[in-house]
């Protein structure tokens, strides 16, 4: 992506945050600029698999996939067990 392809915000940040933000550039010679898109980046990615799966989670339980509470603590309960049950399903 080039600079005509980008917009700059601005936002506030803790003194501390900052601080190491500047430690960070200066011993990777890179902006901060740089690595504030990087953890940006991150961040929306796994934001974006978190709602992907919450959806996914939701239409299972709107097509009856379940498995009832009740199963679920039984296997749990069996853990360490010599009878482990296997997960329910």
């Known amino acids: 992506m080039d600079k ?3 917009r700059a915000i601005s936002f506030r940040i803790g003194e501390e945050k900052l601080r190491k933000l ?3 550039a200066e011993a990777t010679d890179r902006s901060r600029s740089w690595h504030i898109e990087q953890a ?3 961040y929306l990615d ?3 698999w978190q709602l992907d799966h919450i959806k996914k989670g939701i ?3 709107r097509e009856g ?3 009832p509470h009740e199963k679920v603590r039984e296997w749990l309960l ?3 067990k010599d009878d482990e ?3 329910p399903l």
């Open 85 to 87: 049950s296997e997960p």
């Open 22 to 24: 500047e430690e960070l």
């Open 4 to 6: 005509s392809e980008t």
């Open 59 to 61: 239409a299972s339980i």
């Open 65 to 67: 996939r379940v498995v």
């Open 78 to 80: 069996s853990w360490g």
């Open 46 to 48: 796994v934001q974006a």
């Open 40 to 42: 940006l980046d991150a």
